[in-house]
Structures are given as structure tokens and as C-alpha cells.
């Protein structure tokens, strides 16, 4: 029904495959890039005649898209579906795996705008999805592609986050996943939850980078269906955030995106959101989209400020922020493309500055997993540099709930995640949030003491 409406392009060579003879490994056979989904009609240089040809016009799709959310249709109740008519990826809309994904708060974050130094700040929340990250608006789009090629496995490497969305949506389909993990480097909570549902979950004796390298080896020899961001379906569904961003701000879009950046998919799906939106009319601007990494992952970081962003730099990755503990991203490119279409930056933060950045999102009663910290970590940078200014609006994408890495947060309070040449500069501040925990008699007269000792602070 809707299939003939899109083509996969390199984003290296340019050339179009065709949808039934895409590499197992979705890389171009001639140039090794990735592909990507282009609609002839509102993909970014479209002309403007081809967009109205094809599109219904923009004023009819924001009322469609507001009256969705007053259904009772599980397709129109996803926060991903509800925009279908931008991703018509599926032959039969009704064969989509959804668990009512999206639909994310837009949170505003007065603190932390005023430790940042700006004057208007959000956060969109893509912890508050199903398996509590952002991974399940990709995940809800690639496995529906999958279950309709008539795939029965799937399989990611992963940090964390990904496993948990693949294996929930599989389960969901009653498909079969495989989950391949670095040992001993991903949050308990993640992998606690590709268990709860169901997976084949390999942890292997390597890292992130390690285990994507021998998932390329299985995919090529197995019948199972890549659900890596390197699957270009995966990111038709992760740019509905975008969407969302500028329906909830009544069709303007904020100054200012920054997106945490590990296997560097998210700011290319973020960014391409946008500029199809204003393709379609619906709004009539860019916001610029900054990519902050951890200071010990910074591969992009150093591939723009050594070659320009020519060439990848690869890192052995390092950091307590183990979902984008990544050393060789994939989507680099496409990261790259972004940054330079949006005139966005990429920043690095350290370890302490995570932390703090983290524990500040806590004070303002929202919470997030410590990869998602870095966004505000990095605005802060941006401010002080003078490449972000106090006037302008800026939305930080949290990318995971903060119960994902529980350890990550009881270790800070209890002053064992930092080691003290870490926080140099930074010990106050720091202090200044840590919660510490007492152990006490059971009586009330030692939690009064307690009590009063905090109050007279
Ligand atoms: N934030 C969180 C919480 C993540 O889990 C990830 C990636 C990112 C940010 C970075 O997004 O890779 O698109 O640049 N996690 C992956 C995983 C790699 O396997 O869960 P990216």
C-alpha cells in the first residue's frame, strides 16, 4: 500500500538499493557507507512541487496527527505511529509491533537552565518510553520491518539499552532475539531485562566494539535480521521525537538540540525529523543539533577537532556512562552530515561533570541514566564557550530512565564513583548534592537527630 513511496540510498556513493537485496550488514556493497530512508516526495532536497505532489498539506497532517491522540487504536496511541504518514515503511500499517512507545514528556528544568546559564531549558524524556529508553521508537519501526519480511530472529550488539528494547518488541511479536553484550560492562537493569524477555543473551569477552564486530560475522552466516542503528528502518522511527519537540511547542522548534552521542544514530535521526519537517511545511526551521560524548568515548569528538570530520578517529572507549562507551561508531558519517547541516557542535565532558550534570537532573525531581547526563554537562560547556547564548531555547534529549543504572547513582551518593583526582575543582559542588545514606537504630528519637542535623544546614 504505502511501499513504492520510499528508496535506501548510500550516504557514501549515493547509489539506491532495492528493498529486497540490502546487505544482511546494511553496508553499501560498493563503498561500505550505510544507507539511509529517502522519500522522493520530502526527504531533505526535495523540491518543493515534488513535496506537495505526494504530501497532504501540513495544516491537515498537525490536525491528524493531535486528533491520533484521542484513539483508542494501539497504532494511533504510539507516540511513533501516530506520525505514519513520515515513515511509510510498512506495506500493512496493521502488522506494526507497538507497546505505545513515544508520546514523552517535555519537561522544563528552571535549575538547571539557571546552573547552565540559560534562560529557557527542556528536557524530552525519552526515558518514559516502554523498556525505559529511547530505543524503543527505533525498535517499534526495524522490528516491524523485520517481522514483515517474515524474519522469526533478530539480533543487536549492545550497551544495554537496544537488548532491552529488541528483546521487549521480539517478545512482543513472538519472534526469537539475540542479544550479544560486552561482559561485565553493561547496567545490571538492562540486562536483567533481555532476560525478563526472553532473549538468547551472550555476554562475550570483549567490548561494544568487539561484540558488533561478531554480530557482522553471525548476521552473515545466519538468518537473522540486524536491529543495530546501522538498520536505516531504526531511525524513521527515532526521528518522531522530533516531531513531538516541535508539535508540543506549537509548531516552532527550539534554537537548540543537544543529543548524547555513542554509536552516533540518534543525532542523524533527530536531525533528519527536522529537516523533513520543514521540507513538509510544518515548521520553518532548523534547530542547530550539538552531540556531547564522555571525555574517555570521545571518537567523534576527535575525528572533527583532528581530521575535520573526514575520517573516524577510533578510542578503546572508557567511562562510567556505559551505554555510549563506544569506541568505533558506526553512524559517524551520518553524525557528522548533521552537525554540519544544522551548524551543531560536538563537545566532550568529563566524568566529574557527568556526575554532576546527573545528580542536577535528579534535584529537579526528573532523573536520567548517565549517558543522557552528558547533555547538560556539554551545554554548560557550550554556554561558557559562547556557542550557546543565554537567550536562545534549548531542549536536552534524556535518553534513559535513571532506574537503568541504579549503581551508578547509589555509588555517587555514596562517594565511591568518583576517584579524587577526578573531581578536582569540582569537590563543593559536588558535595553539595551527594545525599550520603545513615544506618541507624530503630528509634525515633535517632532519626529525629538526624532530621535536625539536616534541617540546621
Ligand atoms: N543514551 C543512551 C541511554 C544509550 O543507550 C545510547 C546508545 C546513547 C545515548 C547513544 O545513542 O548510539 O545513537 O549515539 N546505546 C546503544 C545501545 C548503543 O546498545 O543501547 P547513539
Known amino acids: ?22 546487505p544482511s550488514n546494511f553496508r553499501c556493497p560498493l563503498c561500505g557507507e550505510l544507507y539511509e530512508v529517502e522519500y522522493p516526495g520530502w526527504s531533505r532536497g526535495a523540491s518543493p512541487t515534488e513535496t506537495k505532489s505526494w504530501m497532504p498539506n501540513a495544516s491537515a497532517l498537525r490536525w491528524l496527527w493531535k ?28 502488522q506494526a509491533v507497538t507497546l505505545r512507545e513515544g508520546n514523552t514528556p517535555l519537561y522544563s528544568m528552571p535549575r538547571s537552565a539557571k546552573s547552565a546559564g540559560v534562560e529557557r531549558l527542556l528536557a524530552k524524556h525519552q526515558g518514559m518510553n516502554p523498556t525505559g529508553s529511547f530505543k524503543d521508537t527505533g525498535m517499534t519501526s526495524a522490528l516491524s520491518v523485520a517481522r514483515e519480511r517474515g524474519y522469526t530472529w533478530v539480533a543487536c550488539a549492545s550497551t544495554g539499552n ?46 561494544f566494539d568487539g561484540c558488533v564486530h561478531v554480530l557482522g560475522e553471525v548476521v552473515k552466516r545466519a538468518p537473522v535480521y540486524l536491529l543495530n542503528s546501522v538498520n536505516p528502518y531504526r531511525l524513521e522511527g527515532q526521528k518522531t ?7 508540543e511547542l506549537d509548531w516552532e522548534v527550539p534554537d537548540h538540540v543537544i543529543v548524547p552521542g555513542g554509536n552516533l544514530a540518534n543525532c542523524s535521526a533527530l536531525g ?12 520553518t526551521r532548523v534547530p542547530r543539533i550539538s552531540v556531547i560524548q564522555a571525555e574517555g568515548a570521545n571518537p567523534l569528538f576527535l575525528s572533527i577537532e583532528q581530521h575535520g570530520g573526514n575520517s573516524l578517529q577510533a578510542v578503546e572507549a572508557q567511562t562510567r556512562a ?20 544544522t551548524g551543531g557542535f560536538c563537545e566532550q565532558v568529563t566524568e566529574a561533570e557527568i556526575a554532576l550534570a546527573k545528580a542536577e537532573i535528579g ?56 576517584k579524587p583526582e577526578e573531581s578536582v575543582g569540582l569537590e563543593s559542588v559536588l558535595a553539595s548534592l551527594e545525599c550520603g545514606t545513615v544506618t541507624l537504630d530503630a528509634s525515633a528519637e535517632a532519626v529525629l537527630r538526624t532530621l535536625e542535623e539536616r534541617m540546621s544546614k
Open 272 to 283: 533528519k525529523g527536522f529537516l523533513e519537517m520543514r521540507q513538509l511545511g510544518l515548521t
Open 363 to 418: 534535584r529537579e525531581g526528573i532523573g536520567c541514566e548517565p549517558a543522557s547526563a552528558v547533555t547538560l554537562a556539554g551545554l554548560k560547556k557550550l554556554v561558557h564557550q559562547g556557542k550557546v547564548h543565554a537567550s536562545e531555547s534549548v531542549v536536552l534529549l534524556l535518553t534513559g530512565h535513571t532506574l537503568k543504572d541504579s549503581d551508578y547513582t547509589i555509588d555517587f551518593h555514596r562517594r565511591t564513583l568518583l
Open 241 to 247: 521525537p522530533a516531531f513531538e519537540i516541535a508539535e
Open 67 to 94: 486528533e491520533r491522540c484521542h484513539s483508542t487504536d494501539p497504532l494511533d496511541q504510539s507516540g511513533v505511529w501516530r506520525f505514519r504518514e513520515v515513515l511509510p515503511i510498512l506495506a500493512d500499517f496493521s
Open 1 to 22: 500500500m504505502t511501499e513504492s513511496i520510499y528508496q535506501l540510498r548510500c550516504i557514501g556513493c549515493a547509489s539506491i538499493v532495492a528493498r529486497d537485496q540490502m
Open 162 to 207: 537496544t537488548s532491552a528494547a529488541m528483546a521487549a518488541y521480539a517478545a512482543r511479536a513472538g519472534m526469537n532475539s539475540l542479544v550479544l553484550i560486552p561482559e561485565g560492562k553493561i547496567a545490571w537493569g538492562k540486562l536483567s531485562q533481555a532476560m525478563d524477555y526472553g532473549s538468547l543473551t551472550c555476554q562475550l569477552r570483549t567490548d
Open 322 to 341: 556505559t551505554a555510549i562507551r563506544i569506541g568505533n561508531p558506526a553512524s559517524w558519517r551520518k553524525a557528522v552530515r548533521i552537525l554540519r547541516e
